[in-house]
């Protein structure tokens, strides 16, 4: 019964992954894959968790913790990162497709 829910939860986490690329790779804006990083790495260690109780095994715990901080703080660190160089409110809002105007650079005299 348990390896039934350990392969069933495993195959649930595998199309969130999935899904996370998808979205990953289709935005359509940097929040929109921002996000699907997050959930790549929540599911990421969500299989790692699955992994452990089904090899019955504490021996990952630190990599659990270690693979968590590490997205959090690349979550983290790429939001402040575009806060400082990008209006946010700006890149949340999607163009429809093909509306997008390139803007020209601005002089720098």
Avoid: N
């Avoid at 935005?27 to 929109?32: A, L, Y």
């Avoid at 715990?61 to 901080?69: G, P, Q, T």
């Amino acid at each position: 019964m348990m390896t039934t829910v350990l392969y069933v939860a495993g195959c649930v986490l595998t199309l969130a992954i999935a899904l996370g690329m998808v979205r990953l790779v289709r935005g359509p804006t940097v929040i929109d894959r921002i996000m699907a990083f997050d959930l790549i790495t929540t599911s990421g260690v969500g299989m790692i968790v699955l992994l452990s109780i089904r090899w019955k095994t504490a021996m990952y715990l630190e990599l659990i913790l270690i693979y968590s901080l590490l997205g959090f703080f690349s979550t983290v660190a790429f939001v402040f990162y575009l806060s400082r160089t990008h209006d946010l409110e700006q890149l949340s809002k999607a163009d429809p497709p093909g509306t997008h105007q390139p803007q020209p650079a601005p002089d720098h005299d």
